[in-house]
C-alpha cells in the first residue's frame, strides 16, 4: 500500500466517488476532489485538495485539483497530516486519520464554512481563482 491507496481507500470508506486516481464528494455549494501528483524527485505523491463551486458552473467528469476554483495541498488544511504523508509515514494510521476527517472535508462542500475559512486566514496557503475569491467574500 501507498499514500495514494491509503486515502483512496478512506474515501472510497467515506462514499466518495473514485476514478482514476480522483477522489470527489458533492454537497450543495461544491465538490471537493483529491488528485494526487508524483514528485519529479523521488517517490513522494503530493496530496491535492481541489474546490469546484458549484454556482460558477457544473465541473463536468470529476475535477481534478488543478481544474478546480481553489486549490491546496493536502496539509495546508489539514496540518495534523504532514508526517503521515511523507515517504515511511504510517499508511494504516493515514488512512485511519483521513476516516476521522470525513465531517471536516464534507464541510469543505459547503460555503458558509468555506466564507469562515477564508475569512480566518485558513485558505492564505492556497491558490484562489479571482471568480472564487468573489463568492467567499
Not at 463536468?60 to 495541498?73: A, E, I, S, V, Y
Not at 464554512?113 to 477564508?118: A, D, G, S, V
Request: aromatic residues 6%; proline residues 3%.
Amino acid at each position: 500500500m501507498d499514500t495514494r491507496t491509503a486515502i483512496l481507500s478512506a474515501l472510497r470508506k467515506l462514499g466518495w466517488a473514485c476514478k482514476g486516481g480522483v477522489a470527489a464528494t458533492r454537497g450543495s455549494d461544491a465538490l471537493v476532489a483529491v488528485s494526487f501528483q508524483k514528485s519529479q524527485y523521488d517517490s513522494l505523491h503530493f496530496v491535492n485538495i481541489g474546490i469546484w463551486f458549484l454556482a460558477l458552473g457544473e465541473p463536468g467528469n470529476l475535477p481534478k485539483h488543478d481544474r478546480c476554483h481553489l486549490q491546496f495541498r493536502m496539509e495546508r488544511l489539514f496540518p495534523e497530516l504532514s508526517g503521515l504523508l511523507e515517504p515511511g509515514g504510517n499508511l494504516g494510521l493515514l488512512e485511519k486519520k483521513v476516516l476521522d476527517e470525513g465531517a471536516r472535508l464534507k464541510r469543505l462542500t459547503e460555503l458558509a464554512h468555506l466564507r469562515e475559512l477564508h475569512a480566518s486566514g485558513a485558505l492564505a496557503g492556497g491558490l484562489i481563482t479571482k471568480e472564487a475569491r468573489a463568492l467567499l467574500s
